[in-house]
């Protein structure tokens, strides 16, 4: 099991916001997290990379205890180096072209030479379609694109999972179909994902499992073509009877 998630649990100020929570990811599986907003999606996503700090529970990665008691910020940075997250915000340096955008991390963090992080940015900027774009500054940049450099960021730290935090929420609609269909494209190279997406269609399409949470619980888990057919909770019939196209 890659992934392994134990009890987890998180309050803000009193406020429960993750009950218990327990589930398993497998290596090469794409789990599609989807529920109301405040619901605790995105919170379990920074928990898991460290952003947050839980409660109580435990999280596993290759069968490693990585939530330590006591974990300081050297540990989390090993931890972000097989995690990596994509933000809905992107979170570029605007002052950075996009090229030393993706390269810093693997200099700074995993000490590789600039030639070498340059070479593997430059592969993963061919595979989203923005390789003539290496060397212009975000602001030059679309919110789809400066979404697909923040992936290519993600990607260049070689992370043993990704994980995507409500990815197209900020773009512009003719947008989100560019930045999905690079998410599709990795799934299919079998990277490991979690996404919290409020895209129902994409998810029904990419996702190997659906995660639907109520007021930080999880209330279903299923596959797919069972959980949009025919979910087995109130809470996911009502949720997807939201409207009519399954936007949140």
């Not at 931890?79 to 993706?102: E, T, W």
Request: with cysteine.
């Amino acid at each position: 099991m890659l992934l392994k998630v134990e009890n987890l649990k998180k309050s803000f100020k009193g406020n429960v916001v993750l009950n218990n929570i327990s589930y398993e990811v497998k290596k090469g599986e794409v789990i599609a997290i989807l529920g109301r907003s405040g619901c605790g999606k995105s919170t379990l996503l920074r928990c898991i990379n460290g952003l947050e700090q839980i409660d109580d529970g435990q999280i596993y990665l290759n069968d490693t205890l990585v939530t330590e008691p006591k974990a300081k910020d050297k540990h989390w940075r090993e931890v972000r180096k097989k995690v990596g997250m994509v933000f809905q915000s992107y979170d570029l340096f605007p002052h950075m072209n996009v090229l030393n955008n993706i390269i810093l991390g693997p200099m700074k963090v995993e000490k590789r030479t600039k030639e070498d992080a340059t070479k593997e940015a430059l592969k993963h900027l061919e595979r989203v379609g923005l390789l003539d774009k290496k060397l212009a500054y975000p602001r030059e940049l679309s919110g789809g694109q400066k979404q697909r450099v923040a992936i290519c960021r993600a990607l260049s730290m070689n992370p043993e999972i990704i994980l995507f935090d409500e990815v197209t929420a900020a773009l512009d609609p003719e947008m989100v179909r560019e930045v999905l269909d690079v998410i599709k494209g990795l799934r299919d190279q079998g990277l490991t994902m979690i996404v919290v997406t409020h895209e129902m269609d994409f998810a029904e399409k990419v996702a190997d499992k659906i995660i639907f949470m109520e007021q930080g619980n999880i209330v279903e888990v299923s596959t797919p073509d069972k959980f949009f057919s025919s979910p087995g909770t109130i809470e996911a019939r009502k949720f997807l009877n939201l409207s009519d196209n399954y936007v949140i």
